[in-house]
């Protein structure tokens, strides 16, 4: 199919992310509903995923039973990584955060697709470099930030990566959080987040509109973010 794909593109000059969404098109359609855990530490995955609508978590479990939520992924990526390059067995949790649906291609077909096409695989890394300085700047957050600066940091981030801009300056986050989704995110308890959560609101530095959080005031909360 691989080849297939490539006459798909009929000498037109595509970018690795329509490359993308071309070779998973291929493959069947799966639907999860919000809160579904599709695949768990230790399983062997099926293939790799390709997000097309909603969003997915991957998240770690403590021997206590505590979550830690370690990446987002928005429609256009795909997943789990580890397993794509390696083929070793995942050692996370993959649960949905709102209603999806994605593509799942099988691995032995993938890899000679982005090994075929060099800008996908070039596109992939410039990913994976992205989510490690994600990764730093959270941890650095999660080690010297309080309570109130933990929660704007990742408000932040949340809103930096996913957000949509509008008219007003506004920043809406499309992702429908929780606050035990917030909490499992910056690494506390979900009462204290409710806590921080309304205090940002009293201030006018954020505000919901239906399940959805609005970034008010992004200056203020960099100021909050920044208090380590």
């Known amino acids: 199919m691989i080849y297939s794909v490539r006459n798909f593109y009929g000498g037109e000059t595509l970018t690795p992310s329509e490359k ?19 695949l768990r530490a230790g399983d062997i995955p099926q293939g790799i995923y390709f ?34 390059f390696t083929a070793e067995p995942s050692i996370y949790y993959f649960e949905t ?33 992205e989510r490690f300085q994600v990764a730093l700047r959270r941890m650095e957050y999660l080690t010297f930030g309080n309570a109130n600066s933990r929660l704007a940091s990742i408000l932040l981030i949340c809103a930096r990566y996913f957000g949509i801009r ?3 300056k506004e920043i809406k986050i499309p992702i429908p959080f929780t606050h035990k989704d917030i909490a499992n995110l910056v ?34 909360l960099e100021k909050e973010a920044s208090k380590l």
């Open 20 to 38: 993308l969404y071309i070779f998973f098109s291929q493959y069947k359609l799966l639907q999860y509903k919000k809160g579904e855990t599709f």
């Open 51 to 84: 997000l097309k609508k909603g969003y997915v978590r991957l998240y770690s479990l403590s021997s206590a039973g505590k979550e830690l939520t370690l990446v987002i992924y928005k429609p256009g990526e795909f997943f789990p990584v580890v397993f794509t």
């Open 97 to 129: 955060l709102s209603e999806v649906e994605m593509e799942r291609s099988p691995r032995e077909k993938f890899i000679p697709f982005i090994r075929e096409n060099p800008d996908v695989f070039d596109e992939v890394n410039l990913h994976i470099i």
């Open 166 to 168: 509008s008219d007003h």
């Open 187 to 220: 690494g506390m308890a979900r009462e204290t987040v409710s806590v921080e959560l309304k205090k940002f609101l009293d201030k006018g530095l954020i505000e919901r509109k239906g399940r959805l959080l609005v970034i008010k005031n992004r200056n203020a």
